[in-house]
């Protein structure tokens, strides 16, 4: 049997959505290392969208998470409340501000913030059963609601972002983009990616690392 | 002085748009040879936008290819009719729709299709130069269109396609997912990408070929 992973989007553009760099190098990292992957995404608008052209958000523009992420996925994506953690061996979320803004509120509340109701039980579930995730650029501030206190992971290196995570009972890693941090009783993996401000081979060195680590830590594999 | 890019993309989303993948591929591959790209797109309205969830298209949605383009770019993208081809080494058209649907008519129109004004004017400009060029999936449509009658190409291997592309005075060879066509004397690169059924790591497989083909094919380097 394949291992089979979720990588779960969140939009289509990292302003508003999914990082579309992250996301196309996780998917293909997952494919040359053999495993096959399911793309999935909340059925929900997102918070806003913004011009990627101009960074303004364009006033009373809606779209879609899941049909956003759809472009990304090349239409192979489901709805995350459709789909069961059972069906995976491992999860990976790509980052991008979509991660902060929809998938949570994390971009807007800081350490007050919650994750959305259908992405939080997925993970929480799949947290539970013991199998790695992966988290990418600010997609770790999402860590410290599906695992409760004491998670260790990583967001790079921005002193605000670290202290409203550490708020949240989370415990951040300083880490350059080539890198990754493990914590390994929980089966948590993250890189900062374009946290920091890299090329593009650059953000893939440490999302590659990260794949291969996660795949790593499927058991049985 | 490091050899300069132009990457010309046609939208944000395979079906009304750039193919996203094939897209970052190119980027990722040429900045691990040690490239430096700049993304171009032409400011202009698309087609028509496609939910690519569902298929179908959103009726009365609008969307400019220059500002969705931005999302694959991450805002570094500017409008190809202020560009000036002189600046650039080499360019690649990576694939999606919207190379048929944005930067010519080639899905509407087949054989009897045009190529938007200002993707034209810039890439006659810079063929005539003796420059290399590649083209990802569904752009060597265009080739015609830049070069003239008996410009050697690939779109893989879709009968009605190749014909269309025949009765433009292109001259289609069949090509695997794996590998590339070339022009010699053009300096015309061309692969099919997702023209084909194919896994993200084979389309990988024949851009990443292209990309470095175009670069070896850098007067110089």
């Given amino acids: 049997m394949m291992t089979k992973v979720a990588v779960i989007l969140s939009g289509s553009g990292f302003l508003d959505g999914a990082e579309i760099q992250e996301s196309v190098i996780t998917m293909l990292a997952l494919d040359k290392a053999g495993a096959d992957y399911q ?11 913004v011009n990627h052209l101009t960074g303004e958000v364009s006033e009373g523009e809606q779209r879609n998470v899941l049909v956003e992420a759809a ?11 459709e789909a069961n953690p059972n069906e995976f061996d491992a999860v990976i979320f790509p980052g991008g501000y979509g991660a902060a803004k929809n998938l949570s509120n994390f971009a807007v509340k800081g350490a007050e913030s919650t994750v959305q109701q259908d992405v939080l039980q997925f993970a929480r579930t799949f947290a539970a059963a013991g199998k790695p995730m992966g988290y990418v650029c600010i997609a770790p ?5 599906i695992y409760g206190a004491d998670a260790k992971l990583t967001i790079g290196s921005d002193p605000d972002t670290a202290s409203a995570i550490t708020e949240m009972g989370g415990i951040h ?28 081979s650059e953000a893939a060195e440490g999302i590659e690392k990260l794949v291969n680590k996660v795949l790593e830590m499927v058991d049985g594999k």
């Fill in 141 to 145: 501030a999402m860590i410290p609601h």
């Fill in 71 to 81: 472009r990304i996925a090349r239409t192979q994506i489901i709805d995350i409340a």
């Fill in 39 to 49: 793309c999935l995404a909340p059925d929900m608008e997102q918070m806003h969208v």
């Fill in 173 to 200: 890693v300083s880490c350059p983009v080539a890198d990754f941090v493990v914590d390994e009783e929980r089966k948590i993996v993250s890189t900062p990616a374009y946290m920091l401000n890299v090329r593009i």
